[in-house]
């Protein structure tokens, strides 16, 4: 069973939220992991929480402590894979910084992963150098790497990583850290097609991703659109206003879907 691939046959438009395990604590970031899907996203990126997210910008790191302070560990965030697969037949991908997986041993992180029911992993962090050795033990237990390639990466780049990429290739729109953004570099589209030069896999679009305006452009050219910190973000806004984040995080999930459902996508 290929869940990634199949979620890709069945629309080439897929929408792919990313939230953080154990935010803001574990019984509802399982209902908001759950809410997400049912409420139409073809995928689901779990964050696992870490203490120095160098990538992340103000709104994830938030979360991350949030997270961290009701003393998430990774256990619990393998846990949470395993309660959300129990919910759900979509794909669930694991993103983590390559700390906490050396950590927690590449071999023992992979084999709970796929026990758990958990489809693929991202490592933003991974050196090109160890990443070999990283999608390999990966996949020595059917988890797929999906690597991401960034407007910097040139082309003889764009070819070495998408060599060892597995499910899709994450196309990072722009420089910086995650946060959402007023307009989405039109430059990722160039590398949308440097990717599909080199690879058959798809290609999903992510960072800075906020508006409904922003999937329907890029769902015109990319397989997938992935939005972090705006749902992030929707859900520190909610619990700081009283207000329910799962009905934040359902509500936002059909406005995002109902606009890729818009986009004119050639495939
Ligand atoms: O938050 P944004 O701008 O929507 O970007 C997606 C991003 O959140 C998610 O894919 C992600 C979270 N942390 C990361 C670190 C590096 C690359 C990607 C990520």
Redesign the pocket.
């Known amino acids: 069973m290929d869940r990634i691939r199949d979620a890709f046959q069945a629309s080439h438009k897929l929408l792919v939220p ?1 939230v953080v395990a154990g935010d803001p604590d574990y019984a509802r970031s399982l209902h908001i992991a759950t809410a997400i899907l049912d409420a139409g996203a073809d995928m689901l ?1 779990i ?1 696992f929480p870490y203490s120095d ?1 160098l ?2 910008g103000p709104v ?1 790191q938030a979360a991350a402590v949030r997270s961290l302070k009701q003393g998430t560990r990774l256990v619990d965030c393998l846990r949470l894979v395993r309660d959300v697969r129990a919910r759900s037949s979509k794909p669930l991908v694991a ?1 983590t910084y390559v700390n906490p997986l050396i950590q927690y041993g590449a071999e023992r992180f992979f084999s709970e992963l796929a026990a758990a029911g958990g489809d693929g992993v991202i490592v ?1 962090d991974v050196p090109l150098e160890e990443a070999g050795e990283v999608a390999s033990a990966a996949e020595a237990h059917g988890i797929q790497f999906i690597p ?1 390639v960034a407007p910097t990466s040139g082309e003889e780049r764009v070819r070495a990583i998408v060599q060892a990429a597995r499910g899709f290739v994450y196309c ?1 729109s722009s420089l910086g850290v ?3 953004r007023q307009q989405v570099s039109r430059q990722v589209r160039e590398l949308v097609d440097l990717v599909r030069k080199h690879t058959d896999l798809p290609a999903c679009v ?4 906020s508006q409904p305006e922003h999937v329907r452009e890029i769902s015109e050219f990319a397989d997938g659109v ?5 749902y992030v973000r929707r859900i520190g806004d909610a619990l700081r206003e009283g207000r329910d984040p799962v009905d934040a995080v359902r509500s936002f999930t059909e406005q995002l879907k109902q606009a890729a459902r818009e986009s004119t996508h050639p495939r």
């Not at 992510?206 to 991703?209: A, N």
């Not at 992935?226 to 705006?230: K, P």
């Open positions: 990313f990126e964050g997210p990538a992340d994830i993103f933003p991401l990072v995650t946060g959402e992510g960072f800075g991703v992935i939005v972090g910190s705006a």
